[in-house]
Protein backbone atom coordinates (compact mmCIF):
# COMPACT_ATOMS: atom_id res chain seq x y z
CA UNK A 1 0.00 0.00 0.00
CA UNK A 2 3.09 2.30 0.92
CA UNK A 3 4.35 1.67 -2.51
CA UNK A 4 0.81 2.97 -4.42
CA UNK A 5 0.46 5.43 -2.38
CA UNK A 6 3.67 7.14 -3.23
CA UNK A 7 3.02 6.17 -6.91
CA UNK A 8 -0.01 8.24 -6.86
CA UNK A 9 1.75 10.86 -4.95
CA UNK A 10 3.78 11.00 -7.38
CA UNK A 11 2.05 10.76 -10.59
CA UNK A 12 -0.17 13.84 -8.64
CA UNK A 13 3.21 15.78 -8.71
CA UNK A 14 4.12 15.05 -12.00
CA UNK A 15 0.62 15.98 -13.15
CA UNK A 16 1.29 19.59 -11.36
CA UNK A 17 4.37 19.92 -12.42
CA UNK A 18 3.48 19.29 -16.27
CA UNK A 19 -0.11 21.49 -15.81
CA UNK A 20 2.39 24.72 -14.68
CA UNK A 21 4.78 24.29 -17.36
CA UNK A 22 2.63 24.91 -20.38
CA UNK A 23 2.55 28.21 -21.27
CA UNK A 24 -1.22 29.83 -22.50
CA UNK A 25 0.25 32.33 -24.99
CA UNK A 26 0.29 31.28 -28.67
CA UNK A 27 4.10 30.96 -30.43
CA UNK A 28 5.04 32.53 -33.18
CA UNK A 29 3.08 31.93 -36.36
CA UNK A 30 4.51 29.48 -38.63
CA UNK A 31 5.33 30.81 -42.92
CA UNK A 32 2.68 30.43 -45.64
CA UNK A 33 1.52 27.23 -46.80
CA UNK A 34 1.59 26.47 -50.33
CA UNK A 35 -1.45 27.69 -52.67
CA UNK A 36 -4.18 25.02 -53.33
CA UNK A 37 -5.07 24.30 -57.29
CA UNK A 38 -7.45 26.43 -58.89
CA UNK A 39 -10.74 24.50 -59.26
CA UNK A 40 -12.48 24.32 -62.75
CA UNK A 41 -14.72 27.72 -63.88
CA UNK A 42 -18.20 27.04 -63.97
CA UNK A 43 -20.53 27.58 -67.36
CA UNK A 44 -21.68 30.76 -67.82
CA UNK A 45 -25.22 31.45 -67.57
CA UNK A 46 -27.69 32.37 -70.32
CA UNK A 47 -28.13 36.23 -70.86
CA UNK A 48 -31.61 37.68 -70.28
CA UNK A 49 -33.81 39.69 -72.44
CA UNK A 50 -33.14 43.16 -73.16
CA UNK A 51 -35.07 45.84 -71.21
CA UNK A 52 -37.05 48.41 -72.70
CA UNK A 53 -34.69 51.35 -73.55
CA UNK A 54 -34.72 53.56 -70.32
CA UNK A 55 -34.54 57.75 -70.20
CA UNK A 56 -31.45 58.03 -67.20
CA UNK A 57 -30.36 61.22 -69.51
CA UNK A 58 -33.47 63.03 -69.67
CA UNK A 59 -35.13 64.88 -66.43
CA UNK A 60 -38.11 66.47 -66.11
CA UNK A 61 -38.63 69.21 -63.39
CA UNK A 62 -42.12 70.67 -62.57
CA UNK A 63 -42.87 73.79 -60.63
CA UNK A 64 -45.90 75.40 -59.34
CA UNK A 65 -46.58 78.51 -61.69
CA UNK A 66 -49.74 79.53 -60.30
CA UNK A 67 -49.17 82.23 -58.09
CA UNK A 68 -46.64 84.14 -61.01
CA UNK A 69 -47.54 87.51 -61.88
CA UNK A 70 -46.19 90.58 -63.20
CA UNK A 71 -44.57 91.81 -66.55
CA UNK A 72 -41.44 89.67 -65.65
CA UNK A 73 -41.12 86.87 -63.14
CA UNK A 74 -38.56 84.72 -62.43
CA UNK A 75 -37.99 80.80 -60.78
CA UNK A 76 -35.21 79.17 -59.34
CA UNK A 77 -34.13 76.26 -60.95
CA UNK A 78 -30.98 74.66 -59.48
CA UNK A 79 -30.88 71.94 -62.11
CA UNK A 80 -29.60 75.06 -64.74
CA UNK A 81 -25.96 74.74 -63.98
CA UNK A 82 -23.14 76.05 -66.53
CA UNK A 83 -22.66 72.46 -68.16
CA UNK A 84 -26.30 72.34 -68.76
CA UNK A 85 -26.97 75.62 -70.15
CA UNK A 86 -24.11 75.07 -72.40
CA UNK A 87 -23.90 71.33 -73.44
CA UNK A 88 -27.72 69.85 -73.10
CA UNK A 89 -31.13 70.85 -74.95
CA UNK A 90 -33.50 72.41 -72.44
CA UNK A 91 -37.08 72.24 -73.90
CA UNK A 92 -39.19 74.36 -71.53
CA UNK A 93 -43.36 74.45 -71.23
CA UNK A 94 -45.28 76.90 -69.53
CA UNK A 95 -49.34 74.57 -68.58
CA UNK A 96 -52.81 76.42 -68.67
CA UNK A 97 -55.87 74.77 -68.09
CA UNK A 98 -54.50 71.69 -69.45
CA UNK A 99 -52.77 72.86 -72.88
CA UNK A 100 -49.01 72.93 -72.53
CA UNK A 101 -47.26 76.26 -74.40
CA UNK A 102 -43.52 75.80 -75.14
CA UNK A 103 -41.35 78.45 -74.38
CA UNK A 104 -40.99 81.43 -75.81
CA UNK A 105 -43.36 81.53 -77.55
CA UNK A 106 -46.93 83.48 -78.56
CA UNK A 107 -49.36 82.10 -76.26
CA UNK A 108 -53.07 82.53 -75.21
CA UNK A 109 -54.43 80.83 -72.22
CA UNK A 110 -56.94 83.43 -71.23
CA UNK A 111 -58.02 85.13 -74.04
CA UNK A 112 -55.27 87.35 -74.92
CA UNK A 113 -53.00 87.03 -77.16
CA UNK A 114 -48.87 87.35 -75.70
CA UNK A 115 -45.24 86.83 -75.82
CA UNK A 116 -43.70 84.90 -73.06
CA UNK A 117 -39.80 85.49 -73.36
CA UNK A 118 -37.32 83.33 -71.49
CA UNK A 119 -34.10 84.25 -70.79
CA UNK A 120 -32.18 81.46 -68.85
CA UNK A 121 -28.66 81.56 -66.50
CA UNK A 122 -27.14 79.84 -64.14
CA UNK A 123 -29.81 78.15 -61.26
CA UNK A 124 -32.61 80.71 -62.68
CA UNK A 125 -35.13 81.31 -65.33
CA UNK A 126 -36.39 84.55 -66.26
CA UNK A 127 -39.77 85.44 -67.72
CA UNK A 128 -40.66 88.45 -69.23
CA UNK A 129 -44.61 89.18 -70.88
CA UNK A 130 -45.24 91.53 -74.13
CA UNK A 131 -48.94 91.77 -75.56
CA UNK A 132 -48.37 90.50 -79.30
CA UNK A 133 -50.37 93.45 -80.85
CA UNK A 134 -47.94 95.87 -80.09
CA UNK A 135 -45.05 94.22 -77.98
CA UNK A 136 -46.06 96.63 -74.96
CA UNK A 137 -45.64 94.93 -71.16
CA UNK A 138 -47.73 92.81 -70.30
CA UNK A 139 -48.35 91.64 -66.76
CA UNK A 140 -50.23 88.33 -66.47
CA UNK A 141 -52.66 88.05 -63.20
CA UNK A 142 -52.00 85.34 -60.57
CA UNK A 143 -53.16 81.45 -62.31
CA UNK A 144 -52.26 82.41 -65.76
CA UNK A 145 -50.59 79.37 -65.54
CA UNK A 146 -50.73 76.33 -63.53
CA UNK A 147 -47.46 75.06 -63.98
CA UNK A 148 -43.74 75.61 -65.79
CA UNK A 149 -42.40 71.82 -66.94
CA UNK A 150 -38.60 71.83 -67.64
CA UNK A 151 -37.06 68.73 -69.94
CA UNK A 152 -33.53 68.53 -69.59
CA UNK A 153 -31.70 66.08 -72.50
CA UNK A 154 -28.13 65.53 -71.56
CA UNK A 155 -26.03 65.14 -74.12
CA UNK A 156 -23.48 62.83 -74.30
CA UNK A 157 -19.53 62.71 -75.48
CA UNK A 158 -21.29 61.31 -78.87
CA UNK A 159 -23.76 63.96 -79.33
CA UNK A 160 -23.82 67.64 -78.95
CA UNK A 161 -26.96 69.29 -77.80
CA UNK A 162 -27.99 70.28 -81.47
CA UNK A 163 -27.43 66.42 -82.81
CA UNK A 164 -29.61 65.50 -79.95
CA UNK A 165 -32.27 67.82 -80.66
CA UNK A 166 -32.12 67.06 -84.50
CA UNK A 167 -32.63 63.33 -83.83
CA UNK A 168 -35.58 64.38 -81.52
CA UNK A 169 -37.04 65.90 -84.91
CA UNK A 170 -36.05 63.18 -87.58
CA UNK A 171 -37.96 60.49 -85.16
CA UNK A 172 -40.95 62.64 -85.85
CA UNK A 173 -41.54 64.43 -82.64
CA UNK A 174 -42.74 67.67 -82.63
CA UNK A 175 -41.05 69.30 -79.86
CA UNK A 176 -43.55 72.03 -79.36
CA UNK A 177 -46.01 69.39 -78.70
CA UNK A 178 -45.37 68.56 -74.95
CA UNK A 179 -47.48 65.29 -75.10
CA UNK A 180 -45.18 64.24 -77.99
CA UNK A 181 -41.87 64.62 -76.38
CA UNK A 182 -43.62 63.03 -72.99
CA UNK A 183 -44.24 60.06 -75.15
CA UNK A 184 -40.97 59.83 -76.84
CA UNK A 185 -38.75 59.83 -73.79
CA UNK A 186 -41.64 57.87 -71.83
CA UNK A 187 -42.31 60.49 -69.03
CA UNK A 188 -44.71 60.87 -66.63
Known sequence: MKTTSKFLRYFLLLLMVVATACSTEDGTEGPQGPAGINGTDGTNGQ???????????????????????????????PELTND???????????????????????????GTTFFVRTFMQTGKMDFRFALASDNSSYSIPAGTFDKLKIIIIE??????????????????????????????????
Open 47 to 77: DGTNGQDGNANVQTLTYDFSTKSGTSVNQTI
Open 84 to 110: VLTEDVILAYLEAFGAHYQIPNIVNPS
Open 155 to 188: STSATSGKNTLDNIEKAGVNIENYEEVQAYFNLD
